[in-house]
């Protein structure tokens, strides 16, 4: 550059072009679509030749892009050749090692005719492992080998073998991460299907506990396990469930929750239809009620239906302690839940509106500590609301010692700052406070987000209505719940008496050897668990 | 599908929730402080009605659909007509009182109109929930309310005094006997039991469920207005508006349980919230069956509507008072006579 | 779905009806209201107390120094009934008047004696307060009683006035609240009698006038100190057996020293809803005792020798009534027991109790009948409710009122007869062991 064009850049910026790049729309450019698999003529099947096995498996997987991929050619005894197919990091390479490289290379060489004679056997006779499959579906091998599996292809056989190999890095089972009890077995499901339904049936050690395969999502084949016993579910009922999760159509599932919001009835509901745990016990307990649960691999998780409102509230160590303290346990709890919905709107409520119905010196303390404070009374109580919720937001994504701290620190010096600053008056600390602790006391988490959800409603008609809105909105609340149903088992299910001999009472816990009867809304077939005399050391 | 209890409950609180509102006083001021006698002689009349007609229905059908059976197109349209005309009298009534009374106990300030509004709105979501949501929370929700009742009686035990109920009979046996069979008109909403037995699993529980029913909630009325005539002596005691809110105002244990009127107010306004929903949607239902409609439920919004309009008409709650008077004199022998004319006529076509 | 978008309209639109209610800081608490006659006849003189919540509860620092602050304040505003003068007093005290605390009503004498009818009326047609509001005469004046209340030991006053009329202990005072009184008012039934309250005469006061209406009280007999502090309390002393040596106190002269000037003993007779009279202190415990309504009171009888004997005295049963319409006679029991508390050194009671519970029997019935007699002949008033008790014996209520039976008892022979019995001695038994 001349001198004037240097001194024309020293004060003009250049001009550098932007990043040119956008998305070019690229539709219909799939090579092989597996959705619509079954509109083609044929399914592919495996061939005779393995050169034409090697190139459609290559040109399938994308061989050598696909970096994961390994293909391993063998050649057997007197030359025939093979070759194995996995997926690094999913199969188990020790057992490749040891059982199928070492039992392949040691199959006898058969002369060309007799070969066909163990086309059949190949895998009952020779293959040293435990889940091995021999078939001609060239679909099912690929599925496999997506799965973890291994694919074996010999030279010269119409069947391809495909062996369930898998092996990758997960989780141990551990605790569970959110229903924690005192009492009772302290084992929580991890990702691995396979473990989860070993799980629960160490504890149910019957063979009419029916585990049926599920297969969700066209794409992603997520495999499911539906579980029931057989002998006390309701076959409409698990006939429905199959139907259901079979007429869920999408291609990808990634975790059971979307499983669990494909199949309830109402999405925009403020309550959940489905329970979900994580324990195994209560899993087990809720077949013995006769219920249908589904697993799903990778995700810890179990999806529990049909289920009704007051069984979302009670928690597994209800079943543990002794019946007393657990009909305690369950009084506090229905209080804290009353507490955590209605506290605000009825404060709010109370103060704005009925100012009779408070004792006149608590009025007096009430009347004097807001006499400082500049906001009307709802905008304090939605400031502290919505900085309560976001500080436990936040505690969630810290990881894990510094968030509870900082929820407890945050929450205490905010709220001690604010009163300071008489921004906000004392007692309504208090009664954020209380509802805070009383929604941490809730069992489901999904429940105490739309108990969440209920109480801002309900602050909304309390501050705008007093009483009368509040009654309108429970009754309005309560009619529509009363027209859910979860799996064609009424939401609202109505109490059975104290004093039933039911298994699950819905308010109060019975004593064990009076739970005889099984749940009547769900028509099991077998109605009595218990004798009437469940403690024959007594009758002695 | 209703169910036995979930029937039960809802004749419960049919009966019980005009006590809930004016209609003490116009019986105290028809005999006095003997109105729980006149009471009690209106429950047995009511039961005997009942035992009458439910022991001669004959088959699963309702009345409008026996109509039908028994005279054809004309006569169910004519029965059906009645049916609504007098359920919609019944039920405007309440719509005119109620939200005064929720003015005067729970909201002072606010417009009468925004509290009707309000209401309205509220049936008619519950009224499109449907029977079977109303059933269950009727049954789910009148063991609370019936545990605050037992509650609120024990609550005035030191306010009751013989002396206020004597001399025993009042204003006269002829005054409670002769005239006070008017008041029968408590009951008159076992109408809406006739209606609703094609709901119900068979003819056996609609029978068993209407005298529950109707002994608990006659049983109910009874105490409540026995426990208003024990609490305040004659001439006054048919002064005041809503009797049942005035005895919750005499609570006084201590200082802090002193005013608790707006804890009680809030359980009756979701009884007689319920009670609405389930009117409208038993109008709109009868509606249907009437013309052979396919629908109900789009019936639910012009019904509720229509109610409310006609339930301002009055321009005061003085002329209020009045005209629910009036009305509920002049509609109650048509809800006995018709179920009871069918009853017996069931027999003869089965 | 489409409810869903429906909803936040429905808010928007609740939003902007101006409904919202009233916060807690916006409002006054009014405490306590009293009656006084206006020069103008036909309008009262109503005084708001109203409580000040900051000073109460400590809102803001206290300024020291200064004894007891000020946690009550008044208003009086001329108006003719209550509503207009709530409306009158929000003009001038910023924030708007709540009648829903409201403690204590007060009238003063002038309007008791005229009728207080229409302000009952009022109280009770109107939601706002309370039905069981305690009410007294004040007879120097209400605003005078109320501006004189500086409640010593409560930080709320409310709660003065709650516990001072509340009647759970002390005997002199009748308990009256406004929904027994409307009731009353207009039924045959039975008289009420109200508490009187009144403020202690220091020696500032002594230029006023002495009340107008002497005439209403039993013994006459007034004595006017002029050089003490405070006024020699001006009562009689009671020489019958029943509160043996207690003087007959109205409110305003039972505490010889005290910072807090007001004070309640005594009660007034009303006929309907007019004031008729006055009873001292003395009688409205025998009322108290009559009517079964009280708890445990200490009164003192005349012992054998010309000392009074204390006993702590309570029901053992409710009072009987029966009326004979017949035989024109009204039977009345009552029953009580005791226990001993204060006996002088040289009585040994419990060497004669037999004789002792006859003679306090006696006592007791004379001064029962003597009361009754007072009431009937002289005021007029049937303060016990035995016309009440008669309505036992009619069918109907025609009946009832047509025999006209509420002007007839007042004619009825009047029998009383008294259940006595001593039953404890407290920690002391004297005597020689053979009781």
Redesign the interface.
Known sequence: MNIFERAKSAFVPSYRPESEFALTPDKNKIEYDVREEKEEEAPARVSQSIEENLAYIKKRFSYPLNNDVVIRELRMKQGRRAFLIFIDGMADTMALDGYVIESLLQIPYFADGEIYKYEDEIAERFIAHSQASATEDMEAIIEEINFGGCGVFIDGFKKGVSLDIRNWGHRQIDRPETEQTIYGPQEGFAEMLRNNSALVRKILKTEKLISEGVKIGAVSKTRGVLMYISDIANDSLVNEARRRINSISTDYIIAIEEVMQFLEESTFAATTQIMSTERPDKVARALVEGRVVLLLNGSPRALIFPTTAFELTHSVSDDYLRVPYANMSRIIRLIAIFMSILLPGLYLATTLFHQEVIPTYLLYSISASRENVPFPSIIELILMDLSFEMIREAGIRMPNPIGSTLGIVGGLILGQAAVSARIVSPIMIIVIAITGIGSFATVDYSLSWSYRMLRLIFVALGSLMGYYGIAIGIFVYSLIMGKRKSFGVPFLQPLPKALSRHMSGALFVNAIWRREKRPSYLYTKDDKEEQKISRKWKIK | MLRKKELTSIIINAIHTKMLLTYPRSVILNSGNAAWIQLLYNFAVALVIFFVTITAYRGKRGLIELADILGGKALRIVTGVLIAVILTLNFVSIIRIFPETVKIVLLQDARLELITAIFVIAIIIGAYAGIESIARVHYLFLPIAGVMLFVFLIMLLPYYDMDNIMPIFGNGAKSIFLSGFNSISLFSDMLLLYVLVPYAQNLDEVKQSGTKGILIGGGVSVIIILAYCLTHPYPVSGEFMVPVYQMARMIHLSSFFSRFEPFFQFVWTILILLYSSLYVYVISCVWQTTFRLKYEKPLIIPIALICCEIAMLPESVINGIEIQHKISISAYPLSFAVPLVYALLSGRRN | ?K??KIYPV??LI??L?G???????D?S?A?AIGFDKAADEENYNITLQF?K??Q?????SEKGGSASPQIVEDVTVEAPTLYSAVNLADSIVSKHF?L??V?LIVFSKEVAEEGIGDIMETLSRS??I???VYMAVALEGAHKYLSEIKPVLEV?P??YY?LTYEANGAGGLPKSII?EF???E??P?VDSVIPIAGVMKTSDDETEEPESGDSERQDGGEEQETEKNLLQPRAPVNNEGFEFKIKEYIAGEVALNETNKSESMGMAVFKKDKMVGVFSGIESELYNIMSGEHRDLFISFEGMSNQPVTVLLRDAKSPRINVDIKNKRVDMRLYLESDLYSIPTEDRVEEYVDKFEMKAAEDIEKACKKLIKTAFSEYDADIL?FT??A??K???????IDSNIAEDIKNYDVDISVDFSVRRTGLIISGEGNM
Request: aromatic fraction near 18%; hydrophobic fraction near 35%; include cysteine.
């Open positions: 779905m409810f869903i429905i808010f609740l939003l009806s409904c919202f209610g009233k916060e807690p800081n409002i608490y405490i409580a919540p900051t109460i509860s400590g809102g803001d709540f829903s605390h403690n939601y706002d309370r039905p069981n709320n409310s709660k709650q929904e409307y009731f009353m207009n039924l039934d409710g009440r008790k309505k036992r009619f069918l109907t209520y025609h009946d009832f």
